[in-house]
């Protein structure tokens, strides 16, 4: 008979995951947000659980199932992204930052639908707060990882957000690239680490770019110490 050790790696560890896009209300009709479907962070948070982690699951408006034994917080807005993330930072050893967060919301919320006129129409932006930034200049011990999700320049963009964002790690990935776009069951990453460790991987699907993510997480957790 097969005899299946449990895996205790991240047993004790309270680790944040975002996932999904957000959304951003124009008025009570439309809406402002992205392509991201909530597949890659919502297979984080089922390694994550898997290696023992009590798994707190932030996620934007995504039409997946949510993952058994994991808890969920549904969130809408960037904002109420942060808010949620921040609630849950301070005793967090890991924070996993998979959400696609709208960069600009709409300036003025129209709390009446807006009708159509002739001609042209100017929504105003504003910026939406930079989460993973904030986490990063409030870092005492935990690890934060990020994404970075490029068209090109992939790697100087993923080694400036390493920087600018504070984070341990980024996992970049080339979204124009044939099988790591949005929506696809697979991913094409590379890790770009603090301390200057670089590692590529070939096409995953994205559970097993999950079970990676989580095995350098360990690492590093390992290193920390
Ligand atoms: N991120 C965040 N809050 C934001 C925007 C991004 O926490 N308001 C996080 C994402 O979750 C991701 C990382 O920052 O982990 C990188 O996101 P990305 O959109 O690639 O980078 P930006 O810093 O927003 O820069 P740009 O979109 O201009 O490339
Ligand atoms: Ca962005």
Redesign the pocket.
């Known amino acids: 008979a097969f005899f299946h050790q449990k895996d205790e790696r991240l047993s004790g560890k309270k680790i944040i995951i975002?996932a999904g896009p957000t959304r951003e209300k124009i008025d009570p009709v439309r809406y402002l947000t992205n392509h991201s479907t909530g597949k890659m962070g919502y297979a984080v948070a089922e390694e994550a659980a898997k290696a023992g982690a009590e798994v707190i699951l932030i996620s934007g408006p995504v039409s997946l199932a949510p993952p058994q034994g994991i808890h969920v917080v549904k969130v809408e807005s960037?904002q109420e992204m942060?808010e949620a993330v921040i609630s849950q930072y301070n005793d967090a050893d890991i924070v996993i930052?998979?959400?696609?967060?709208?960069?600009y919301r709409p300036k003025n919320y129209a709390d009446h639908k807006i009708k159509k006129q002739p001609g042209e129409q100017v929504i105003e932006l504003e910026r939406?707060?930079?989460?993973?930034?904030e986490?990063g200049q409030r870092k005492d011990k935990q690890l934060l990882i990020?994404?970075?999700?490029?068209t090109d320049h992939v790697s100087e963009?993923a080694r400036k957000?390493l920087t600018?964002?504070n984070a341990d790690m980024?996992v970049a990935n080339n979204v124009k690239t044939e099988g790591a776009g949005f929506g696809t069951d697979t991913n094409i990453v590379t890790f770009y680490r603090k301390d200057g460790v670089t590692k590529e991987f070939p096409i995953l699907s994205k559970k097993e770019v999950a079970s990676k993510i989580i095995d350098e997480v360990c690492l590093l957790m390992k290193e920390q110490r």
Do not use: H
């Open positions: 975002t960037a942060y930052k998979s959400a696609a967060v709208a960069d939406t707060k930079d989460i993973l930034m986490l990020g994404f970075a999700a490029e963009y957000k600018s964002k980024i």
